[in-house]
């Protein structure tokens, strides 16, 4: 304990800001369809979100090497702050598509500066056990904030100012740390190309589940509101869907680790799908019926992305965990652009259930695609497969925390 009891500031930092984006998201929904957004215009936002957030995963890496993490932690907080002040201050939908953009720029700066500081001062024998903290601030943060809504209102100034002081907060644990500013990674090396060649079914799943995940983060709260749920009931049936997603990947892993792993990946994907469908057109206005088919939702649509990128590292060489993975983030980054503003502009023509009909689509056009790759290449070999690592989708930094001992994995059976 010794050894992770430096990281704590960065932990508790991180915490802090998932908890303030997994809430900002949430709240741009009910608080733009408060203000009569349409359901385009909030998907809309989350489009700008997503590019802003793809142009900050490859612009910060400049940036710590010019100016050194804390001072890029301490700029990027502040204009995320403010930017959270904004969206109050100015009820524009321009102004929020405007702001919604600097704020992915700057969280994904500061998700990278902070995970490429915890993978700096993690060693080697205590990686699984920060990154299983990490992991349980994660859904501990995104989960809990949510009820700071019903609590304080999505109508009123309180929650906007609470979510500028938690983003104003997180700059303290980092500037007041133990630990002096390590020196800036390098930057992360891309060849899309290669990684499609590599893994074209690891990549296209990335992409669809990029499609999905970012058209439910930013849309369920609009879903939920428009059939009839209290505050309460939506932050609630946000957060189940994002809870189940969490418990149930490492049984799945385990299960991918020892089967052919497409055949899990298509086993979850036709369950995401089904579960997607029964929410259409089976949950009805029912909150008690909503959560629990959006609990079975988020088990089987939240691991995708992992059990995706678990199966092009089953297909890459020896060294390239850190470069499979950042590219499949940028994959997942190009799917969740699109997929925010396509599934409200289905929502507006088709009312809040065709957001679920629309994932189903998706998920079925995924199903094709796994069993065609499964006729054109033989599966790998249990000996090759490297174990499965639950991966967050915060940065592409996040790669080089969670690679373990070194980058070339040992096999499952190992």
Not at 76 to 95: D, F, H, K, Q, R
Request: include cysteine; glycine fraction near 10%; hydrophobic fraction near 55%.
């Amino acid at each position: 304990m010794s050894s992770i009891r430096p990281l704590i500031p960065l932990l508790l930092a991180a915490g802090i800001l998932l908890g303030g984006n997994g809430l900002q998201s949430t709240l741009i929904a009910l608080r733009g369809a408060k203000e009569g957004f349409s359901a385009s215009g909030i998907g809309l936002m989350g489009t700008f979100y997503f590019a802003g957030f793809l142009l900050g995963c490859l612009a910060i890496t400049r940036i710590m090497k010019a100016v050194g993490h804390i001072r890029a932690f301490a700029a990027l907080a502040a204009i995320a702050s403010v930017g959270t002040l904004l969206l109050v201050l100015v009820l524009n939908p321009v102004m929020w598509c405007a702001v919604r953009f600097a704020g992915g720029f700057c969280f994904a700066g500061l998700f990278t500066i902070v995970e490429s500081w915890l993978n700096s001062g993690v060693s080697n024998r205590d990686r699984a056990r920060v990154l299983a903290i990490y992991r349980m601030v994660d859904i501990g943060s995104v989960t809990g904030a949510q009820f700071l809504i019903p609590i304080f209102g999505a109508g009123g100034f309180a929650i906007f100012a609470i979510m500028s002081m938690m983003i104003t907060f997180s700059v303290v644990p980092v500037s007041l740390g133990d630990r002096s500013n390590p020196t800036p990674p390098e930057d992360v090396k891309l060849d899309l190309a290669r990684v499609w060649r590599i893994s074209p079914l690891g990549c296209f799943g990335c992409i669809a589940v990029g499609v999905t995940n970012s058209a439910f983060r930013t849309l369920s709260p609009v879903y939920a509101e428009q059939i009839g749920m209290s505050v309460a009931d939506v932050v609630t049936f946000v957060s189940v869907g994002i809870f189940g997603g969490a418990i149930i990947q490492y049984p799945l892993g385990y299960l991918s680790d020892r089967w052919d792993r497409r055949r899990v990946l298509l086993m979850t994907t036709c369950c995401a799908m089904l579960s997607a469908l029964a929410l259409s057109f089976i949950a009805g206005s029912n909150p008690a019926l909503n959560f629990v088919l959006v609990f079975i939702f988020g088990c089987f649509a939240m691991p995708l992305y992992s059990l995706s990128a678990a199966h092009s590292n089953d297909r890459a060489d020896t060294g390239e965990f850190v470069l499979i993975n950042a590219a499949l983030m940028l994959f997942y980054s190009f799917g969740a652009i699109g997929g925010p503003f396509a599934a409200s502009a289905v929502m507006q023509y088709f009312g809040p259930s065709a957001l679920f009909v629309f994932s189903a689509v998706v998920y079925a056009i995924f199903i094709a695609v796994i069993l065609y790759r499964m006729q054109a290449r033989s599966g790998v070999p249990a000996g090759r497969r490297r174990r499965f690592t639950a991966l967050l989708r915060t940065s592409t930094a996040f790669a080089r925390l969670a690679r373990r001992n070194s980058d070339s994995d040992g096999p499952a059976g190992s």
